[in-house]
Nanobody, 118 residues
Framework: QVQLVESGGGLVQPGGSLRLSCVAS???????????KGWYRQAPGKQRELVAK???????DYADSVKGRFTITRDNSKKTIYLQMNSLKPEDTAVYYCNMADRYTDNWGRGTQVTVSS
């Protein structure tokens, strides 16, 4: 069973930056590279939404609300994905979850809190 562990969340002022990381432990490299990967977020009282995704071939896609501000990347050698978040806004406040999935499994981390406030 793949275990996903997020880190990098915290409290930041509007306009600031954070970088989230998600490590896939208990995963062999071939399994990791075979996953489609993404970052989701869930704000209080709202449904979980897709923020950014990166496919097996490296294609990326973003929610309209974060385009031009967030960047998703991966490091296969470290079995890690990242979410660089710049120009953060209060509406970005949420719990951010890492997801890695293939046709057989759908794996989620426990989430990391991001709070954007002055």
């Amino acid at each position: 069973q793949v275990q996903l562990v997020e880190s990098g969340g915290g409290l930041v002022q509007p306009g600031g930056s954070l970088r989230l990381s998600c490590v896939a432990s208990r995963s062999i490299l071939s399994t990791f590279t075979g996953f489609n990967k993404g970052w989701y977020r869930q704000a209080p009282g709202k449904q979980r939404e897709l923020v950014a995704k990166i496919t097996i071939d490296g294609s990326t896609d973003y929610a309209d609300s974060v385009k031009g501000r967030f960047t998703i990347t991966r490091d296969n050698s470290k079995k890690t994905i990242y979410l660089q978040m710049n120009s953060l806004k209060p509406e970005d406040t949420a719990v951010y979850y890492c997801n890695m999935a293939d046709r057989y499994t759908d794996n989620w981390g426990r989430g990391t809190q991001v709070t954007v406030s002055s």
